[in-house]
């Protein structure tokens, strides 16, 4: 089964540094893998998807890495700010299977401080 | 371009209570379509998904049914709701099985 673990479970760091929030899963056999953001309350915001063939995904300050042999993802914060404090969630979509399913960390909480 | 609603926000229902939990898609057609809870503390749990209309899958035994009459219309129901039903529910949908999955706002829901 699957498993799929994000450490740590909340960082706290001051405005402007970089930071890497880790992503690690149990089974390599993954179709993709796919960053997300929550806000308290709200629904999951997409950041990026990288596929198996993939080694890494860059969307603004934002850069996500995919070592699928090591099972592990990491997501790459550049010049934090106080806007990107959110939980941070990886979800792995697994193969074989038509469910095409994802199956979530329980995701990184991020505080970025003035 | 493609949006997903959801409704509704927040939900309060007494145990024994039916329930009906709607999620739509716009600008996309024959989605796969999911529903999820997240509890607190815990990671999302994938409840039911569809591939197209009528053909219903779920993951996990439970208290809910799931429908979908329509090709971007996805149903959440229960008969009768209990207190271990509380949660947030996510609807979600992708195009495909090798895309980027996007999600609904989420409906909190809290049995009392």
């Known amino acids: 089964k699957q498993e799929v673990t994000q450490i740590p479970a909340a960082l706290s760091v001051p405005e402007g540094e970089n930071l890497v929030l880790n992503c690690s899963f149990t089974d390599s056999a993954i179709y993709n893998l796919q960053w997300f953001r929550q806000d308290p309350g709200k629904g999951l915001t997409s950041l990026l998807l990288i596929q198996s063939s993939q080694r890494e995904q860059t969307s603004g300050r934002l850069n996500a890495s995919l070592d699928k042999s090591s099972g592990r993802s990491t997501l790459y914060i550049a010049a934090s700010q106080p806007g990107d404090s959110a939980t941070y969630l990886c979800?792995?979509?697994?193969?074989?299977?038509?469910?095409?399913?994802?199956?979530f960390g329980t995701g990184t909480r991020l505080q970025v401080t003035l | 371009s493609q949006t997903i609603h959801q409704w509704p926000a927040t939900l309060v229902q007494p145990v024994g209570s039916p329930l009906s939990l709607e999620c739509t898609v716009e600008g996309t057609s024959n989605p796969n379509l999911y529903w999820y809870r997240q509890a607190a503390g815990r990671g999302l749990q994938l409840l039911f998904y569809s591939v197209g209309i009528g053909q219903i899958s779920s993951e996990v035994p439970q208290n809910l049914s799931a429908s979908r009459p329509q090709d971007r219309q996805f149903i959440l129901s229960s008969k009768k709701l209990l207190l271990s039903d509380s949660g947030f529910y996510l609807c979600?949908?992708?195009?495909?099985?090798?895309?980027?999955?996007?999600f609904g706002q989420g409906t909190r829901l809290t049995v009392v």
């Open positions: 979600a949908w992708r195009q495909g099985q090798n895309t980027e999955a996007f």
């Open positions: 979800a792995v979509k697994e193969e074989p299977g038509t469910a095409s399913k994802l199956t």
